[in-house]
C-alpha cells in the first residue's frame, strides 16, 4: 500500500565507494524528483524527471546520476562517495498538472 | 529566484498553547504554498495548502492563508497538542515543477 517506496532505509558505507538508491512510486504519477535533506533539515531540490525525461538538474556533482527506468522508477546512483554527501535523500512523485508531490520515507546515508 | 523564508526554531509551547510560524516567500510569478510536517524518523508529509490568493489551507486544526499583499503563509493553530511535535516547512511551487523549501521550524509541545 505504500505510496512511494525507497531502499534502503539507511545506507552505511565507505568513501569512495559507488552505490545505488531505488524509488519506486505506485501512484501512477508522471514526474518524480530526488531532494536532499542536510544535517541541519535545509532540503533542495537535486532532480526532477517527467515520464522518465530529466527535466530539473540543479547544480548537483556529476558524481550523482538519476535513472529512470519507467515512469514509475527513478533511482540514484552516487559514484565516489564523499563524507559531505551524507544526508538524507527523499524521493518524491507528483502527477502532471497538479503540484501536490508526495514523498517517501527517506534514505539516510552516512558516508563513512 | 524564488525563495521562501520561516521562522527560525527551535519552538517549544506547552500543551493547549497557540502557535504561529511566521513564513514569507518571494517568487517570480503566482506559486502555490505548502506545509509540510516531518515527524521524528519519519518523511515528509503535506499538511496543507493553498493555490491562490486568498485562499486557506487547513487540516488537522492548522491553517494557513496565503497573503498576496503582504507575501506570507504563517501556519496558525490554537490549540497544540504534544503529537503535534515535528518539523514544520513552508515551501512554494511554481507549476509543475521543484519545491522550494524554507529551513524548517522544530516545534516541541511540552505536556
Known amino acids: 500500500d505504500t505510496a512511494v517506496s525507497q531502499t534502503p532505509k539507511y545506507l552505511v558505507t565507505q568513501m569512495g565507494n559507488d552505490k545505488s538508491i531505488k524509488c519506486e512510486q505506485n501512484?501512477?504519477?508522471?514526474?518524480m524528483y530526488w531532494y536532499k535533506q542536510d544535517s541541519k533539515k535545509f532540503l533542495k531540490i537535486m532532480f526532477s524527471?517527467?515520464?522518465?525525461?530529466?527535466?530539473i538538474n540543479e547544480t548537483v556533482p556529476n558524481r550523482f546520476s538519476p535513472k529512470s527506468p519507467d515512469k514509475a522508477h527513478l533511482n540514484l546512483h552516487i559514484n565516489s562517495l564523499e563524507l559531505g554527501d551524507s544526508a538524507v535523500y527523499f524521493c518524491?512523485?507528483?502527477?502532471?498538472?497538479?503540484?501536490?508531490?508526495?514523498f517517501g520515507p527517506g534514505t539516510r546515508l552516512t558516508v563513512l | 529566484g524564488d525563495s521562501v523564508t520561516q521562522m527560525e526554531g527551535p519552538v517549544t509551547l506547552s500543551e493547549e498553547a497557540c502557535l504561529t510560524i511566521n513564513c514569507t516567500y518571494t517568487a517570480t510569478g503566482y506559486p502555490s504554498l505548502f506545509w509540510y510536517v516531518q515527524y521524528p524518523g519519519e518523511g515528509l508529509q503535506l499538511l496543507l495548502k493553498?493555490?491562490?490568493?486568498?485562499d486557506k489551507g487547513s487540516n488537522k486544526g492548522f491553517e494557513a492563508t496565503y497573503r498576496k499583499e503582504t507575501t506570507s503563509f504563517h501556519l496558525e493553530k490554537g490549540s497544540v497538542q504534544v503529537s503535534d511535535s515535528a518539523v514544520y516547512f513552508c515551501a512554494l511551487s511554481e507549476g509543475n515543477e521543484k519545491l522550494t523549501f524554507g529551513t524548517g521550524t522544530r516545534l516541541t509541545i511540552i505536556p
Open positions: 493553498a493555490t491562490k490568493a486568498d
Open positions: 518524491a512523485s507528483s502527477q502532471e498538472g497538479h503540484n501536490e508531490q508526495f
Open positions: 524527471y517527467n515520464n522518465k525525461e530529466l527535466i
Open positions: 501512484l501512477g504519477h508522471d514526474t
